[in-house]
């Protein structure tokens, strides 16, 4: 009976109740796309790292797990691992930011198709020039990009698309190495080198090898490395969840908090009514603490809904800037926050909700 | 003459208007056996409906004693005042005050859940239904009801758990004659059939003469 008095005040008035869903959905979608996007983009950046298809990777000392700064590394260092004991190829390759998160990628392309096995051309094909550059799919569907055409917003200079490539190998552009070297004042330096042992078996040997001949540099098995890649070893990020969170749980609280006096205030009468047929404090608080979880419900419903529209959208507008993974396992964590940020808001309305005056109320016009 | 079921004694109520006391009940005596249908008349502002809010559990007595049953509710804390509500009181007022978002039936069916009955009423209520008129509109919320017809829910309501004590607040206060009529007649027959004690408000004489008895209020006090 509770149940059915709940769900009649809720459709008593279906506008309110829908759009105080609504903007309980908001902080829900928020907090789902933001952990999307940085579990997304993670993931997205290891499975670029694997598609290398190197075994370890080498980067220069002080470095983040995202981002690389500058191009530290001398590239005489490359020549020399590729001589060391185990080594089956060692690839040096520099990484520049264009804007946002995207970086434009330095190659030996001979070097990098013996490494990866190469890219997959859907467009066009390899470099055959200093300024040619190839993009991969999503790059060139986000842009509307073709082999053949000519971009002018990377690194203010013009280049030729040769080739569009398949995703998933690198960053999302590639141009020739000497190239980018040059024209980011990095001549004879690179970024960071992968190393492809003789064997998996080599793979420690190579990797001690390596620690001892580079002290300092950040060594990793590609394997080690693209574990590291999560929100927690990412400086920050999971403390702007935690003040997403916070804001989740604020807005959750605002809304409901007003959407509920209003209710209460509109149904001061009724509240007098139960009053009078012997509802307790308690039972008075259930219903409206009620009618909030319910709204909660529906709220984290419609947000997780929303979030599959975000994604949607991100892929259609921003499919190589942005990727953003559906997080099944904070749904429920999103339900927990807004059903926090509701029972809070609904407190207050429910408590003086719960303390009326039953005459008072009876009288209220 | 039957047991006394409601005893009333220097009943006082003072209201705290600002910084000013405004008596409301200035010593009332009264005596209701069970069974009786008991009228109570009076001007507006003699102390009726503060009475029974007293009487009914909603406000608790500045002074005096009020016994039901022969439990003092006087001394009743709050939460004591509303199993008092809930158990032994049933209230018709002269706006029904139904829920409007729930149906006839849910009406009915919120007062026996917030008692704790949450089973189906026996089935003799099933003639109280009959009796009222109201049994094929019960699926309907009031919005769709007469006037009438909500009162005679709301009566229905304010018995379905068998109070001791029907307190009826004006009940014919919003309806035309015809449904006035209907409703007092249905009080008096529920009084007849069931022994349903009843105190009913009025300000229409002829409303009064469907009771037992009849009491005059004025200016806080019982005086005929």
Known sequence: ?365 | MSELLIEVRGLQKIYRVGKVDVPALRGVDLDVPAREFLAIIGPSGSGKSTLFHIIGGLTPATAGSVRIAGQDISSLSDAGRTELRKQKVGFVFQKFNLLPNLTAGDNIAIARHIAGRDQKPEPEFEEVLKLLGIAARLNHKPAALSGGEQQRVAIARAIVNHPAILLADEPTGNLDSENSCAVLDVLRDLNRRLGQTILMITHNPEAATFAHRTVYMRDGRIVA
């Open chain 1, 1 to 365: 009976m509770t149940t059915r008095l709940v769900l009649a005040n809720l459709k008593h008035k279906p506008m309110r109740s829908l759009l105080s869903m609504f903007l309980i959905a908001v902080p829900v979608t928020l907090i789902l796309c933001l952990v999307g996007l940085s579990e997304g983009m993670l993931a997205d950046s290891a499975r670029r790292a694997r598609g290398i298809g190197a075994d370890i990777i080498i980067r220069p000392p002080k470095t983040s797990i995202l981002s690389l700064s500058g191009s530290p590394i001398p590239e005489k260092l490359v020549a020399a691992i590729d001589q060391k004991p185990h080594v089956a190829l060692a690839m040096g390759m520099m990484s520049f930011l264009v804007g946002g998160v995207s970086s434009v990628n330095g190659i030996d392309l001979p070097t990098f198709n013996k490494m990866s096995g190469g890219f997959r051309y859907l467009q066009g094909g390899p470099f055959r020039g200093p300024d040619d550059i190839i993009i991969d799919e999503y790059y060139a569907q986000q842009h509307n990009l073709h082999a053949g055409d000519t971009v002018t917003d990377i690194l203010n200079r013009p280049w030729h698309v040769c080739g569009v490539a398949e995703g998933g190998k690198l960053a999302r552009l590639a141009v020739p190495m000497p190239t980018l070297q040059d024209l980011t004042g990095n001549t004879g330096k690179v970024s960071q080198i992968f190393v492809k042992a003789d064997k998996p078996a080599d793979i420690p040997t190579v990797l001690a090898e390596m620690k001892e001949f580079l002290p300092g540099y950040n060594i990793y098995t590609m394997e080690e490395f693209t574990s590291l890649l999560t929100v927690e070893n990412v400086g920050g990020l999971n403390t702007f969840i935690h003040v997403m969170v916070g804001i989740g749980v604020v807005i959750g609280f605002a809304v409901v908090l007003l959407s509920m006096y209003m209710a209460v205030l509109q149904r001061t009468r009724e509240i007098g009514i139960l009053k009078s047929l012997g509802a307790s404090r308690w039972f008075i608080l259930k219903i409206i603490l009620a009618e909030a979880v319910v709204m909660g419900i529906g709220g984290t419903v419609v947000g997780i809904g929303l979030s599959f529209v975000a994604r949607a959208l991100i892929l259609t507008l921003y499919p190589s800037s942005l990727t953003q993974a559906i997080t099944p396992g904070w749904w429920p964590i999103a339900g927990v926050i807004s059903l926090v940020g509701v029972l809070l808001g609904a407190l207050y309305p429910g408590l003086s909700a719960a303390n009326q005056d039953p005459i008072e109320a009876l009288a209220y016009e």
